[in-house]
């Protein structure tokens, strides 16, 4: 059993290293955290590749059992990869073209649907 | 190999190996007051109690705005009057005998029964275990057979493209929506908005298993009500004074 783990890791996370973008557009909270040198995902490429499944247990237990703590929180994910438009000092949507969320699902072209429900951008206090 | 994985230390084993894990110090994120690791459980069961005696219609109009305020619900342009959501509504109702007129304030009653769920083709519509219903609009098709089932006309479909939602509710065109009883509040031990609203002890929230609980303590010496008790639902939300 252990081998076989060993054997699926490594399979998939080499699967996820072919894909590292140059440029991302990492957000306003996420890059100050980058500069800062402190470590929020220790290992980015696992995000990237399984956030999706994360994002989904997640939800089934904020929803259906009140386990709302702040990991794969999808809030989370908005409010530290949201840009900040300079000029009039309001976010982007993260799912708006050249975005966080948008230009990588753009790239790999999976189309998602978070964001015709969930708040694009930090909460209304964080603004 | 003498053990087998299950799911779940399957995922603490990637967690481990793989670190994915968030380091929060230094790092304001969405803070939250009490957090719970916890499922809820059946042990408890959240449930309101209106008093139509002393709610007045100013109370009521002022739960709905709250309602709004707290859900984000009521700014639909596109929407027509009858297709606009409404998760809480100023109701009159009147005693046949006596003519005597009582408004009160519905909203979906929490079911312990609920007819919603019964019909849900893919489990969308559901029950919480401390007896909060929800739709969980991840598997909502906006078949709208709740809404139909719900005996309270509790429930609304969205019909037009929303932005800007409140962060703890997300709603959104092609699905269905209702009153939560404000469980992203509940969950952190905060009242539901349209309760707090209320100045006077109108309107009462709480743990209706817990002996020591106001709203227990008071069903148990009041005359209250279901409404369409009849249907055998056995609601959260009872009234008294109807
Ligand atoms: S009041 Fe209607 S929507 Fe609420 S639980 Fe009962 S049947 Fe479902
Ligand atoms: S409990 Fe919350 S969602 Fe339900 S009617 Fe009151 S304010 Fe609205």
Redesign the pocket.
């Given at each position: 059993m252990n081998r076989f783990l060993v054997v699926f890791l490594s399979l998939f996370v080499s699967s996820v290293f072919a894909y590292i973008d140059e440029y991302v557009n990492l957000g306003e909270q996420a890059s100050s955290i980058k500069l800062s040198g402190k470590v929020f995902h220790k290992n980015p490429s696992i995000i990237r590749k399984m956030h999706p499944e994360f994002l989904r247990h997640k939800r089934d237990k904020t929803l259906r059992q009140g386990i709302r703590t702040n990991e794969y929180s999808l809030k989370g994910c908005v409010s530290c990869h949201a840009n900040k438009n300079k000029i009039n000092n309001q976010y982007y949507s993260v799912d708006k073209k050249g975005q966080f969320c948008s230009d990588c699902h753009k790239k790999v072209g999976v189309s998602f649907d978070c964001f015709s429900c969930h708040r694009t951008v930090p909460r209304e206090d964080l603004l | 190999m003498n053990k087998t994985l299950n799911r779940r230390d399957f995922i603490k084993i990637m967690n481990a190996t793989t670190g994915v894990a968030i380091v929060a110090s230094g790092i304001t994120l969405t803070t939250f007051a009490s957090v719970s690791e916890i499922p809820v459980t059946n042990k408890k069961r959240w449930g309101l109690l209106i008093n139509t005696n002393k709610l007045t219609e100013t109370d009521i109009d002022g739960m709905i705005n709250a309602c709004k305020q707290e859900q984000g619900w009521g700014t639909e342009i596109h929407s027509t009057a009858s297709q606009k959501p409404a998760w809480i509504k100023k109701l009159k109702v009147k005693d046949k005998a006596t003519n005597k007129v009582s408004s009160l304030a519905l909203m979906?009653?929490?079911?312990e029964e609920?007819?919603?769920?019964d019909v849900c083709p893919t489990n969308a519509s559901m029950k919480r275990e401390d007896g909060i219903?929800l739709v969980d609009k991840h598997l909502c098709i906006g078949c709208r057979y709740?809404m139909m089932?719900?005996?309270?006309d509790?429930?609304s479909f969205v019909h037009e493209t929303l932005n800007n939602q409140k962060e703890h509710m997300p709603r959104g065109k092609g699905t269905v929506e209702?009153c939560t009883m404000c469980v992203h509040k509940v969950d952190k031990d905060e009242t539901p908005a349209c309760v707090e609203s209320v100045n006077s002890e109108a309107v009462i929230f709480g743990n209706l298993y817990d002996e020591s609980s106001q709203i227990n303590r008071t069903l148990r010496v009041i005359q209250s009500s279901q409404i369409r008790a009849d249907l055998n639902?056995n609601t959260g939300v009872r009234y008294s004074g109807i």
């Open positions: - | 979906c009653q929490h079911c609920p007819p919603c769920v219903v709740c089932a719900c005996p309270y509790a429930r209702a639902l």
